[in-house]
């Protein structure tokens, strides 16, 4: 009691209005570490520029464009376009600006490239949705500007690249019309616009390239129709299939007259292959077919005539061609080999000389090269040098240049799918691996340097010197546990089907690890990672076991595909085990149950509602049955807003005789209505939170309970005229409803409508309250609710006299089966942005007060005390409640930008927030992932349980001096004085 | 106020060409943000901060960037009430509303959200700079003084030089008497806590 009191006191003490988490600039990347990516490349530029710094310049399928150095793989500059407005193309005109392509072919941007400025940006429009290209002619010019020529929702644009003017436009209305490709013959001033129309014409257009007028219009009829794309491999010469996959067509247009061959695939290869698909290469003369073993490819003589050149039932991945002179162009081709990767550089017309050959040790984890980009330069000799971009199966990005690696970027980090966290190893004899201090000179100049510092008399080299000493402490980045629970593992699943374990520390990569059951198979044909889950966490008796993570895995997706488990230990990186299941997997219920091993008790639910339990042990078996009433989930059908209670019923009945089986029943369901209600956002509190006191003193030393429940559900639904975007909707036909339904008896607790409000809406769950965000119509600003909600029947053991007669019901069973008595209280403030995402801090043991995390729309994490968001706050409160920390009301939420965990940093396209509750009840860590990674500590209350960062140990030295300094001169005085005392 | 309205129309009105209209039901909005280049605005400055400056149209839906002169403009967008926001770190911004409208082939009316302030033309500008980090206070006699530390050492110092003034002015009856007191509950002097007074 005496340490609850001590902590209030503390929290009271901490509980200044002024904002908690601030820093000072010169503490940036002291406690936080922020990483820069962008995500995987689908398209790479180099850039030609003779002087000044190379760079390429690429765009991801984040719709990130990014100008990155050649030589060291940094980013120079990097945009991040909006979720809609996907990349088609990329080029660079002029040498100096960077054109994109974006939003299905309507939004063409130019940006200056050093810098990554926007020059000019127009809006493409066009009478139907088709494929667009972007093409950037060298040659053409318009009254000495250069054109840009871009074919786009069935329409050609031939556009100026200082400016973005629309010089000339041609429709394609023919409603049938599919282009499929667009070409500019070098050297004339005309294009070629090629497609099928009507499933089996074939269409050519020539038009002038200096007015867009229409020269030839030619077609042609083929009866087997075409299937898939075409390959292009001169300017007047593409090759098609035909829908059965088995004949290629080899299509000319010379001289605007259509001519055809057609060669079926068997005359060329002996073996039957099964239907193909043609890989899109820009090579002149060769063009390659894929079907399912096998990559051919084939090279065009003359006018059709068909020949293969290399069969390979090998990975392999080609370039699009780079001219390197006049009449010259080369590609690249990389090959698998076990641990390595062979590049090969080629001529187009000489298939069997290489210009280069090299072999590069590749690391198993990256996986499959899945793309190449190839660009040379001239080496001293003035030979040819090239340099290839290869894109990995992990997302990462390499550059080889002279058969070696020169840089990588991890860019898979960029797309997390899930986090959870690990804890390190236990410091023991040889498991430490940092170093400790060299030598007790360095130490000693160490300490002088910071004394110097808190003296202010250090110079600005050594106050650089400082600060890279504090940065660089091997402290903070040790791979053993620490005493405070600030050093744990992050472990992060990437679209890629990649693990990643991050040190909190530093950010580093402790290590990786591309999961084989997320490889494609026969089994699984588009295998993607959903989730992780804590597997194993061992404390007391299994100590030696190291912890691991459950990944949990389908193959395709659609929900009703068979699920695949992977078990990795966090330690080694490594897959201990991987299960491929003959269910699938709409559910995982992580259970608060651990077997002897301390393996966690999971449940998952698949497509036909049984239950599986995993681990499939009969230890695990025999807790469960111990706690089998006591189980009870729900789900949400998003489409028919239903949401559904179920528990467990009994084993598998039917032909799966399985002991881990069990079927399911429904208990409850809540129907909302379809014409009026649609559910957009569903909120729970965390599994892991821990909650200090269910009692909450207030003012007048009165008493609250809280009603903390965990199986408490908010839902919101809005009208489903105002699912929509803000704009589309007037707020007389727009409402939200919000509701806090108890998920084992499905008992609507609470219910609230905000009319005129409409989503998106973001909310979180914690203790006894529910904030979240929404948007105002009436008013058209963002708003946030509270809702708390309190447990009434506790209400009377206030009385002292009735807890010492023992008259209290604090000892009775809680039961959600008998009706409670709540109440709720909720206010609402406004809330000046957007919000992607918002989280709320958590602590070791729940005693910290809370602070939202909110993500902001300009990718900033903002730290908000919850103390804004108490729906007791009145205008004027009184002085006890003053007292109590009640802040005065006011209609909006105040935002202080020290308070920006993210300081100046932007975690660009922010997707979650991650709080971890570090083992110093103060202190929370906080992990913010989107494109970017950004990872921080946060003391909600202030770290009253630990010194600061920047506690001044010289001047506790200086005051402990003085002070026995200051005893010694007393004693001298007083003995002085006594003498002369005994001398009167 | 009957003076200010058909000034305010008139900007209104004067100013509608900029906001230029598309085709059928979609309109553009066009807009310039303004940061002001002044004496005043040091602290971090970014390289090229206005180009990343983004501007984004309700919550997200669309998001696009800053022309050198600071322009930029949202194409085919229904008529309607939008909210554009713009992200510059560094910078507060308010949200904007924009009620787009289909009768006058999309005539824009903007409004700032957070003061509801009227925009006679799509110019945003920051309502504050944001400093994100606190201000080291430079190093000084009486931040020492006001720590915890300072506070000890200054008790101590009160103590060891102003009690025996106290001491001296006092009545030596009265001195004697509290001696006597203080001996016979064997509160032990300074004197004899320290090793030499032991001695006496």
């Known amino acids: ?984 | 106020m009957a003076a200010v309205t058909p000034l305010l129309l008139l900007l209104l009105l004067s100013s509608a060409p900029s906001f230029s209209s598309g085709s059928r039901n979609a309109y553009n909005i066009n807009g310039r943000v303004k940061i002001p280049q002044g004496p005043g605005t040091k602290g971090y400055a970014l390289p090229g901060r206005m180009s990343n400056v983004k501007v984004l149209l309700n919550g997200g839906q669309n998001i696009t960037f800053l022309r050198p002169d600071g322009y930029f403009s949202f194409h085919n967008i229904p008529a309607g009430t939008h909210l554009i926001e713009v992200s510059a770190i560094g910078y507060f911004f308010s949200p904007v509303r924009v009620d787009v409208s289909a009768r006058n082939l999309g005539k824009v009316q903007a409004a700032l959200t957070e003061n509801r302030k009227g925009l006679s033309e799509l110019v945003l500008e920051p309502l504050r700079e944001e400093q994100y980090y606190e201000i080291r206070e430079p190093f000084s006699i009486m931040s020492l003084l006001k720590s915890p530390m300072g506070l000890m050492v200054g008790f101590m110092l009160a103590v060891a030089f102003l009690m025996p003034k106290l001491v001296e002015n006092m009545d030596p009856e009265e001195m004697r008497r509290a001696q006597e007191e203080m001996r016979s509950q064997g509160v032990p002097s300074l004197s004899s806590l320290l090793p030499g007074g032991a001695m006496n």
């Open chain 1, 1 to 984: 009691m005496a340490i609850r009191s001590f902590f209030l006191f503390i929290l009271f003490f901490s509980s200044s209005l002024s904002p908690v988490f601030s820093l000072y600039e010169d503490q940036v990347g002291l406690m936080d570490w922020h990483q820069q990516y962008i995500g995987k490349v689908k398209q790479a530029v180099f850039s030609s520029q003779r002087a000044g710094r190379k760079r390429v310049v690429v765009s991801t399928e984040e719709n990130v464009i990014a100008s990155l150095d050649l030589r060291h793989g940094e980013i120079f500059w990097r945009h991040l376009l909006g979720a809609d407005d996907v990349i088609d193309g990329i080029d660079i005109g002029l040498g100096k600006y960077v054109i994109t392509l974006s939003s299905g072919g309507s939004i063409l941007r130019s940006w200056n490239l050093p810098d990554g400025q926007m020059v000019w940006e127009s809006s493409l429009q066009g009478p139907k949705h088709s494929k667009s290209f972007l093409l950037v002619p060298t040659n053409l010019k318009f009254d000495k500007d250069n054109v840009l020529v871009v074919f786009s929702n069935g329409r050609l644009h031939a556009i100026s690249c200082i400016d973005g003017e629309v010089l000339w436009k041609k429709d394609f209305e023919a409603e049938s019309f599919e282009v499929q490709q667009v070409i500019l013959p070098p050297g004339s001033d005309l294009i070629h616009v090629v497609g099928f129309a009507a499933f089996s014409q074939f269409e050519m257009y020539q038009i002038n390239a200096k007015n867009g007028e229409l020269l030839k219009h030619e077609s042609a009829s083929f009866s087997s129709g075409f299937l898939g794309q075409v390959s292009l491999v001169s300017t007047e010469t593409v090759v098609a299939l035909d829908s059965t996959g088995s004949i290629l067509l080899t299509i000319s247009f010379q001289d605007g007259k259509i001519s055809s061959q057609q060669t079926p695939i068997s005359n060329l290869v002996e073996d039957s292959l099964g239907p193909a698909v043609i890989i899109p290469s820009s090579v002149s003369g060769i063009f390659a077919i894929k079907t399912d073993a096998v990559t051919i490819f084939i090279r065009v003589i003359g006018k059709g005539n068909l020949e293969v050149v290399e069969k390979t039932t090998h990975e392999i991945a080609v370039s699009d061609a780079l001219s390197i002179s006049e009449d010259q162009q080369a590609f690249a081709l990389i090959q698998h080999a076990s641990s390595e990767i062979h590049l090969t550089v080629k001529l187009a017309h000489d298939w069997d000389g290489n210009l280069l050959k090299e072999s590069v040790k590749m690391d198993r984890q990256r996986g499959l090269v899945h793309k190449v980009f190839i660009n040379n330069y001239i080496r001293t000799d003035r030979s040819y040098g090239f340099r290839v971009l290869i894109v990995m199966e992990d997302h990462s990005l390499l550059l080889l240049q002279q058969g070696e690696i020169v840089w990588s970027r991890e860019d898979g980090l960029a797309s997390i799918i899930d986090v959870t966290t690990s804890e390190l190893p236990v410091e023991r004899d040889g498991v430490s691996v940092a170093k400790v201090e060299h030598n007790l000179f360095e130490w000693l100049k160490g300490h002088m340097l910071k004394l110097k510092g808190t003296l202010m008399l250090a110079s600005p080299e050594d106050m650089a010197a400082i600060q890279s000493m504090r940065l660089k402490s091997s402290e903070k980045s040790k791979m053993t546990r620490d005493h405070n629970g600030f050093r744990k593992l992050l472990i992060v699943l990437t679209r890629a089907g990649k693990l990643f374990a991050l040190h909190t520390g530093d950010g580093r990569i402790v290590w990786s690890y591309l999961l084989r059951s997320l490889h494609k198979s026969e089994a699984c044909q588009s295998p993607i990672g959903l989730n992780l889950y804590q597997w194993q966490v061992p404390h007391h008796h299994a100590m030696d076991e190291n912890p691991s993570v459950l990944v949990v895995s389908r193959c395709g997706p659609s929900s009703d595909t068979s699920g695949v488990l992977s078990f990795v230990d966090t330690y080694t990186g490594k897959e201990l085990s991987s299960l491929s299941l003959d269910h699938a997997v709409v559910q995982v219920i992580p259970l608060p149950y651990t077997d002897s091993t301390e393996q966690r008790l999971h449940l998952l639910i698949d497509a036909d509602k049984h239950a599986h339990l995993y681990p499939k042990t009969s230890g695990a078996l025999s807790i469960f049955k111990r706690e089998f009433s006591n189980i009870y989930w729900y789900s949400v059908e998003d489409q028919n807003g239903i949401i559904k209670g179920h528990a467990l019923k009994c084993k598998c009945t039917g032909e799966v005789a399985d002991e881990f089986c069990f079927d399911t029943r429904d208990l409850w369901s809540v129907v909302f209505p379809s014409e009026s209600e649609k559910t957009i956002a569903t909120v729970t509190r965390k599994l892991n939170e821990v909650v200090h006191t269910q009692a909450k003193v207030v003012a007048d030393e009165d008493v609250m309970y809280k009603y903390i429940s965990r199986n408490l559900l908010f839902v919101a639904t809005v009208a489903p005229k105002g699912s929509g975007e803000i704009g589309s909707v007037t707020p007389e036909e727009s409402w939200l409803v919000a509701y806090l339904i108890d998920t084992v008896t499905g008992r609507i607790l609470h219910r609230v409508t905000h009319h005129g409000s409409q989503g998106p809406v973001h909310a979180v769950f914690s203790e006894n309250w529910v904030v979240y965000h929404y948007f105002n119509l009436r008013a058209h600003r963002y708003e946030m609710s509270v809702i708390e909600i309190y447990d009434q029947s506790r209400a009377d053991n206030k009385d002292v006299w009735k807890l010492v007669l023992g008259k209290h019901n604090l000892t009775s069973p809680i039961s959600l089966f008998s009706r409670p008595e709540v109440i709720t209280k909720s206010q609402s403030y406004f809330f000046t942005h957007s919000l992607k995402a918002i989280a709320v801090t958590s602590t070791a043991k729940g005693i910290t007060s809370k602070q939202l995390l909110l993500g902001t729309i300009g990718d900033q994490v903002l730290a908000l005390d919850k103390r804004f968001l108490d729906p007791r706050r009145t205008v004027n409160p009184t002085q006890a409640e003053k007292e109590e920390g009640i802040i005065p009301l006011t209609d909006s939420l105040p935002i202080i930008p020290q308070s920006y965990v993210t300081h100046a940093l932007r975690v660009e396209g922010l997707r979650g927030i991650i709080t971890v509750p570090a083992k110093l009840e103060s202190t929370t860590l906080v992990f913010a992932h989107g494109v970017d990674l950004f990872f921080t500590q946060l003391a909600p209350s202030r770290t009253y349980d630990s010194l600061t960062e920047d506690f001044s140990y010289a001047l506790l030295l200086i005051t402990i001096v003085a002070l026995v300094a200051a005893i010694f001169v007393t004693w001298r005085l007083s003995e002085r004085k006594e003498l002369q005392e005994k001398w009167r």
